[in-house]
């Protein structure tokens, strides 16, 4: 068993914080204040060659692993979870064509969806089909060669920046059997942009309503299996949740890095608060679930690289990361204490943007319920059913 | 033309134990040495224009490797790493002469490029001492630099103007971090980076003895370290703008400041 990054790894960590530095952490309390985020930055990434470096080479990527994306995400999320959610949107969606797509799929789309400048974005949320995602309304019927869709997403990450939308929507009357996936471009007729929502958590990620009206987008623009989406997005989840628990790692780790700092420069009582024993103990415990989260998420990706199933193991990293990011960021701004309150610390902006990793991308609920169901191996009343 | 870049890994942050008034890197990750950067970035620029071959020299444990790799992923060619127990706690002198060794042992050398100086000891000697055991001519922090047939045409920048000095090649030059913007390496150039060499070689190697190098081989003897206490004294001027400058000037003249 080895726990250590390669040589490249360590110089890869050590680049990407540079580059951090330079264009991340002094734009993160600009990103949240005027809830914009600066998409220059996925450009600069890319001719870093650091855009989703686990696409294999021949669709534009590096053939990179997935400890390497990790350390990647990790090190922007550290900074701004912000940065980090927008920042993968440019590569996800080419990733998902990579693992669900069809050969044609892949043909067709992904050299066009992951060109180191186009944003992608997925509509999966409606009003009443959250955590169950099986129970979406928005309808596409083929006439001719053409998808018809109807319906109203809601909740969509990235509304009106991206170049193309990925809906999950039915097209057939079947509960978890009558699920795809559907991409739909920019402009399309059909597609308008409704209400946006005020978010406390991740501002810059521009977050609404998006709106069909006989939307029609040709036959070609089906990924993955017709009528199997919901088993598709439930293996591309096993991969895509690790994402966000790696950036629940990076938010945390700064949320702890940010205390260190004031606990050995704020004094009360004659002497630095590190020096308490109270802090201490926050101080260390802080550590200890950012370093068990950080291998619980490795763990995962290395079974991936293995090609073994990690279900499982996925959920309980995406769980526990969400949740430790919670907790330490929470007492981050305890131990910064009048000064967590204020917005001149980055603390609150840690604290509030960490709020979204327990809820996105399946909530700590809907972990615990697969992680029971992988144990108990009893019906999971998710995957299950799709599978009837 | 064959250049060579003497690199130092350094802390990542340089904090210093009060108490005992020692530097600490337990714990503290090691980076390159930021000036190091420069003369790489320069290196590189350097080869762009007139060819040749990049090679980067430094001392220090195993871990310098990576260090070194960084280095290479911005387009250095091969690193030869000085890696052995007893060059440990070498002062600038020792360290001098082991990279001078390194140097003299690598073909038709004509341009040593260095950092001005470090960021954990700020000494700004290694450069000056490695010219001296090469016996070649050095040019200290330098802003610019022009390569012109067999001589190097140098804009100096010294503490309240520039200088421009000529020199024959071979010879050593410190640069200053305002130098250029060192590259920032892509994810490929990482990865071609580590098939690159890097040799290990130990004090035998070079044919160095055990009193040349290391502490047995360094005169310097640190009696004392201390972290400089920061002192800050406040003091109100009130009345007219006229009577606050008058005041501020005298105060600053008393002092020697101004």
Same mark, same amino acid.
Request: a neutral charge; proline letters at 2%; glycine letters at 8%.
């Given at each position: 068993?080895?726990?250590?990054?390669?040589?490249?790894?360590?110089?890869?960590?050590?680049?990407?914080?540079?580059?951090?530095?330079?264009?991340?952490?002094?734009?993160?309390?600009?990103?949240?204040?005027?809830?914009?985020?600066?998409?220059?930055?996925?450009?600069?990434?890319?001719?870093?060659?650091?855009?989703?470096?686990?696409?294999?080479?021949?669709?534009?990527?590096?053939?990179?692993?997935?400890?390497?994306?990790?350390?990647?995400?990790? /090190?922007?999320?550290?900074? !701004?979870?912000?940065?980090?959610?927008?920042?993968?949107?440019?590569?996800?969606?080419? #990733?998902?064509?990579?693992?669900?797509?069809?050969?044609?799929?892949?043909?067709?789309?992904?050299?066009?969806?992951?060109?180191?400048?186009?944003?992608?974005?997925?509509?999966? +949320?409606?009003?009443?089909?959250?955590?169950? *995602?099986? !129970?979406?309304?928005?309808?596409?019927?083929?006439?001719?060669?053409?998808?018809?869709?109807?319906?109203?997403?809601?909740?969509?990450?990235?509304?009106?920046?991206?170049?193309?939308?990925?809906?999950?929507?039915?097209?057939?009357?079947?509960?978890?059997?009558?699920?795809?996936?559907?991409?739909?471009?920019?402009?399309?007729?059909?597609?308008?942009?409704?209400? =946006?929502?005020?978010?406390?958590?991740?501002?810059?990620? !521009?977050?609404?309503?998006?709106?069909?009206?006989?939307?029609?987008?040709?036959?070609?623009?089906?990924?993955?299996?017709?009528?199997?989406?919901?088993?598709?997005?439930?293996?591309?989840?096993?991969?895509? =949740?690790?994402?966000?628990?790696?950036?629940?790692?990076?938010?945390?780790?700064?949320?702890?890095? /940010?205390?260190?700092?004031?606990?050995?420069?704020?004094?009360?009582?004659?002497?630095?608060?590190?020096?308490?024993?109270?802090?201490?103990?926050?101080?260390?415990?802080?550590?200890?679930?950012?370093?068990?989260?950080?291998?619980? +998420?490795?763990? *995962?990706?290395?079974?991936?690289?293995?090609?073994?199933?990690?279900?499982?193991?996925?959920?309980?990293?995406?769980? #526990?990361?969400?949740?430790?990011?919670?907790?330490?960021? #929470?007492? *981050?701004?305890?131990?910064?204490?009048?000064?967590?309150?204020?917005?001149?610390?980055?603390?609150?902006?840690?604290?509030? %943007?960490?709020?979204?990793?327990?809820?996105?991308?399946?909530? !700590?609920?809907?972990?615990?319920?697969?992680?029971?169901?992988?144990?108990?191996?009893?019906?999971?009343?998710?995957?299950?059913?799709?599978?009837? | 033309?064959?250049?060579?870049?003497?690199?130092? @890994?350094?802390? @990542?942050?340089?904090?210093?134990?009060?108490?005992?008034?020692?530097?600490?890197?337990?714990?503290?990750?090691?980076?390159?040495?930021?000036?190091?950067?420069?003369?790489?970035?320069?290196?590189?620029?350097?080869?762009?224009?007139?060819?040749?071959?990049?090679?980067?020299?430094?001392?220090?444990?195993?871990?310098?490797?990576?260090?070194?790799?960084?280095?290479?992923?911005?387009?250095?060619?091969?690193?030869?790493?000085?890696?052995?127990?007893?060059?440990?706690?070498?002062?600038?002198?020792?360290?001098?002469?082991?990279?001078?060794?390194?140097?003299?042992?690598? %073909?038709?050398?004509?341009?040593?490029?260095?950092?001005?100086?470090?960021?954990?000891?700020?000494?700004?000697?290694?450069?000056?001492?490695?010219?001296?055991?090469?016996?070649?001519?050095?040019?200290?922090?330098?802003?610019?630099?022009?390569?012109?047939?067999?001589?190097?045409?140098?804009? =100096?920048?010294?503490?309240?103007?520039?200088?421009?000095?000529?020199?024959?090649?071979?010879?050593?030059?410190?640069?200053?971090?305002?130098?250029?913007?060192?590259?920032?390496?892509?994810?490929?150039?990482?990865?071609?980076?580590?098939?690159?060499?890097?040799?290990?070689?130990?004090?035998?190697?070079?044919?160095?003895? /055990?009193?040349?190098?290391?502490?047995?081989?360094?005169?310097?003897?640190?009696?004392?370290?201390?972290?400089?206490?920061?002192?800050?004294?406040?003091?109100?001027?009130?009345?007219?703008? /006229?009577?606050?400058?008058?005041?501020?000037?005298?105060?600053?003249?008393?002092?020697?400041?101004?």
């Amino acid at each position: 068993m080895d726990f250590s990054y390669t040589k490249e790894q360590e110089v890869l960590k050590n680049v990407v914080r540079e580059f951090c530095d330079k264009e991340v952490a002094p734009r993160a309390a600009e990103f949240d204040r005027t809830a914009e985020f600066d998409y220059s930055i996925i450009e600069k990434l890319s001719k870093q060659g650091l855009l989703g470096v686990i696409m294999p080479k021949e669709y534009g990527g590096m053939g990179g692993s997935h400890v390497d994306q990790a350390i990647i995400c990790e /090190e922007i999320g550290r900074d !701004s979870l912000t940065a980090m959610v927008a920042t993968n949107m440019a590569w996800y969606m080419a #990733y998902e064509c990579l693992v669900v797509g069809t050969e044609e799929n892949k043909k067709r789309w992904i050299r066009y969806l992951f060109d180191g400048k186009k944003m992608g974005a997925h509509a999966g +949320t409606e009003a009443d089909a959250g955590t169950d *995602a099986a !129970s979406v309304r928005t309808w596409a019927k083929l006439e001719g060669d053409e998808w018809v869709i109807n319906g109203t997403k809601w909740f969509v990450s990235n509304l009106g920046k991206a170049d193309f939308y990925f809906i999950t929507l039915r097209t057939a009357d079947s509960r978890y059997g009558g699920i795809s996936t559907i991409l739909v471009e920019k402009d399309t007729p059909g597609m308008t942009i409704g209400r =946006r929502v005020d978010l406390i958590s991740n501002r810059a990620i !521009s977050n609404g309503e998006l709106i069909f009206e006989n939307c029609r987008v040709p036959r070609e623009n089906l990924i993955g299996r017709l009528n199997k989406g919901f088993l598709d997005m439930m293996v591309l989840y096993d991969v895509i =949740r690790l994402y966000l628990a790696i950036g629940a790692v990076g938010i945390a780790r700064g949320a702890l890095e /940010e205390s260190l700092k004031f606990a050995q420069e704020r004094r009360q009582f004659g002497k630095p608060v590190g020096e308490f024993q109270m802090i201490r103990a926050m101080l260390a415990d802080m550590a200890t679930e950012i370093d068990a989260a950080r291998l619980m +998420t490795y763990r *995962a990706l290395d079974m991936e690289e293995k090609g073994l199933r990690h279900t499982k193991e996925t959920s309980m990293a995406k769980l #526990y990361a969400s949740e430790i990011a919670d907790r330490v960021t #929470y007492k *981050a701004v305890q131990i910064h204490g009048g000064y967590g309150l204020t917005m001149e610390f980055p603390v609150q902006r840690y604290w509030r %943007d960490a709020r979204l990793c327990s809820i996105g991308e399946g909530t !700590s609920e809907i972990q615990r319920l697969i992680i029971a169901a992988e144990l108990l191996k009893s019906q999971n009343i998710v995957l299950d059913s799709a599978l009837d | 033309m064959n250049i060579v870049v003497c690199v130092k @890994q350094v802390p @990542q942050e340089i904090r210093i134990n009060k108490t005992k008034g020692t530097l600490i890197r337990d714990g503290i990750k090691g980076v390159i040495n930021p000036c190091d950067k420069n003369a790489i970035e320069l290196a590189v620029t350097l080869k762009e224009k007139h060819g040749g071959k990049i090679t980067l020299v430094s001392m220090g444990p195993k871990d310098v490797e990576n260090t070194l790799t960084h280095g290479l992923a911005m387009g250095a060619d091969q690193a030869v790493l000085i890696c052995d127990r007893v060059c440990a706690g070498a002062d600038t002198l020792a360290t001098a002469f082991a990279l001078a060794t390194v140097i003299k042992k690598l %073909d038709d050398v004509q341009l040593v490029l260095c950092g001005k100086e470090t960021a954990d000891s700020g000494t700004q000697h290694v450069g000056p001492q490695v010219a001296h055991y090469l016996g070649i001519p050095q040019v200290t922090y330098v802003v610019n630099l022009l390569i012109e047939g067999s001589k190097i045409r140098a804009k =100096r920048q010294l503490k309240d103007e520039y200088e421009t000095v000529e020199a024959g090649l071979p010879a050593l030059v410190t640069v200053v971090k305002g130098i250029n913007e060192p590259r920032m390496p892509t994810y490929l150039d990482i990865y071609e980076a580590s098939k690159k060499d890097t040799h290990k070689w130990c004090a035998e190697d070079l044919g160095l003895k /055990e009193d040349e190098v290391g502490i047995q081989g360094s005169p310097t003897r640190i009696t004392k370290v201390f972290a400089p206490e920061a002192k800050r004294e406040c003091k109100m001027l009130r009345g007219s703008i /006229e009577d606050i400058s008058s005041s501020l000037a005298n105060d600053l003249k008393s002092k020697g400041l101004v």
